[in-house]
């Protein structure tokens, strides 16, 4: 069995949101599940996103997520989200987290940095790994505030340039990053890093 069959079946997954373009680029195959975003787009008639747009404008947000979701919003502790591990120690694992688990998150951190819609995120987690899904994703859409993407979480380069190009107060990835950044002066306006995912080694407070 496939890595990817897996998740599907452990998760008894009925719908898989995606893109054409993005399985083009992947060069995958489409699956009998996928539902694709080029094809929902077009079926959303123009007065129904008027009203969708003018009830998340107009609505307060307890009304608006009772519309929205409103099993989820009753009950925070059902599951959000399933993370499957990367399968290093046998097959891979899917872990669920609840609501609670991602709120309380970014509770935490909006706290520890003073993280508001001012500031903008660069991120190079992939959105299946728990810290890039809370710090990178969620993060970003609480606040509706910027957010920068490089898609290679390995690509320090590429986050160097992200930053020259884009600007970011804030960066969410390895540890092993910042302290690059800062020990080569690339980390610009950078005001805080989140970081995580490996031990040892010399972090950025080494270089402050």
Known sequence: MKLWQLPIEKADLTH???SRLFLKKLGRDPLPQMVYLEDIAKEIPRIHKILAAAAVILLPVSEL????SPRSCRDIYRTASILFTSGSSGVPKGVMLSHHNITSDLTAMIRLICY????KMLGSLPLF????LTCCGWLPLAYNSEAIYVPNPLDGKAVCNAIREFGGDDYAGYSVFPAKLYAT???GRLRFSPTGGF??????AGYL
């Open 16 to 18: 898989i949101i995606t």
């Open 65 to 68: 997520m009772n519309i929205v």
């Open 116 to 119: 508001t819609s001012n500031d």
């Open 129 to 132: 790994h728990s810290f890039g």
């Open 185 to 187: 002066g690339e980390s």
């Open 199 to 204: 031990r040892g080694g010399k972090t950025a």
